[in-house]
């Protein structure tokens, strides 16, 4: 099965490029349903992502990522052709160095903020998204094809 995955970033034009590269409509999944994918996803299965920040948060990307490796699923991040796994093709233990330290810059942010500031419920659940989509923005940005990280060709 071929599947796609969208976020609230995604456009009618995201819509037409999974179109293209033959994503059935029912095969399209919000972010959000990313637990329900994980599930059906079984080798030989083929995820398109129009970048990694329609992932939310590094460790979404990272524990997704994982996943397909483990199950044999191919995983096309159209944007970050670098991050792409394929068969023979997996992500480099620098580069899931590079997401962990990630998460763990993002986790540290927000247990100094927490320590430092008294806020409600709603706003820390406001911070640490805010938190996890700049830092997953980096690294999108990290390895874009433009970016400081690239597959040679």
């Known amino acids: 099965m071929v599947y796609g995955i969208v976020s609230n970033l995604d456009s009618t ?22 637990s329900n994918l994980g599930g059906i996803l079984k080798s030989g299965d083929v995820v398109y ?3 990694v920040n329609r992932f939310l948060t590094v460790g979404k990307c ?6 397909c490796m483990s199950r044999g699923v191919t995983l096309h ?5 670098y991050l792409d796994i394929t068969a023979g093709r997996h992500w480099k233990p620098a580069v899931i160095n ?16 927490s320590s430092a500031c008294k806020y409600t ?9 805010t938190f996890g989509m700049m ?7 990290t390895f874009a094809n ?8």
Request: charged share 25%; net charge neutral; hydrophobic share 40%.
């Open 13 to 34: 034009n995201t819509l037409e490029v999974f179109h293209s590269k033959k994503v059935n409509e029912d095969n399209i999944i919000h972010v959000n349903h990313l």
């Open 49 to 51: 992502v129009m970048s």
């Open 62 to 67: 990272l524990s997704f990522g994982r996943l």
């Open 77 to 81: 991040i159209i944007t970050q052709p």
């Open 98 to 113: 590079q997401m962990t330290k990630m998460m763990y810059i993002e986790r540290s942010a927000i247990a100094r903020m």
């Open 121 to 129: 419920n709603e706003y820390w659940d406001y911070l640490c998204e």
């Open 135 to 141: 830092n997953v923005e980096l690294l999108a940005q």
């Open 146 to 153: 433009d970016g400081l990280m690239k597959r040679r060709s």
